[in-house]
């Protein structure tokens, strides 16, 4: 499911939600994702999520999350999710872009010592697995999965959204 985060939601761009990189024959050589996290209403999403674990109970649902790096937040978030019987939560530290200056995205994702509390964190406030996107924003990757796992996340991810600039 696409990140979610808290209420009250934030705005996402009006109109297209990436930029195009063209090579210097025009030819398409990468996109650039400018969405932020979902900007529909949180409870909108859990309505949604319930609805599909009861008409589908036998598929997985992993839940996407940014949240501000504070454990009541996070508490509070995961609390809600569980409730939707969701099936594991995705803790969104790779996105490059637009959360950054909230201190969620890959501006956790780049602090090993962040990484750790926040998996730390989620793993005392939910039974559900926790799987932590690491972000390529950084110089060696292995340290961000390393703390990962000494939180005690079940899992990581890796992202392919590197941070870029796009011209019309």
């Known amino acids: 499911m696409e990140t979610l985060g808290e209420d009250p939601h934030i705005v996402n761009v009006n109109g297209p939600r990436y930029g195009a990189i063209h090579g210097p024959d025009r030819r398409l050589i990468g996109l650039n994702n400018i969405e932020l996290i979902t900007d529909r209403p949180f409870e909108v999403n859990v309505r949604e999520i319930k609805q599909v674990k009861r008409e589908w109970p036998d598929r997985a649902m992993v839940i996407s999350l940014m949240v501000p790096c504070e454990e009541a937040n996070w508490a509070d978030i995961l609390t809600r999710i569980e409730d939707t019987e969701a099936d594991g939560i995705e803790l969104n530290f790779g996105c490059p872009h637009g959360m950054s200056e909230r201190g969620m995205g890959a501006a956790v994702g780049q602090v090993p010592e962040y990484i750790e509390m926040v998996a730390r964190w989620c793993k005392a406030h939910t039974r559900m697995p926790v799987i932590v996107k ?13 703390a990962a796992l000494a939180g005690g996340a079940d899992a990581v991810s890796l992202i392919n959204t590197i941070n870029s600039i796009t011209s019309a």
């Open 134 to 146: 690491l972000t390529p924003n950084i110089t060696d990757i292995r340290r961000p999965a390393q």
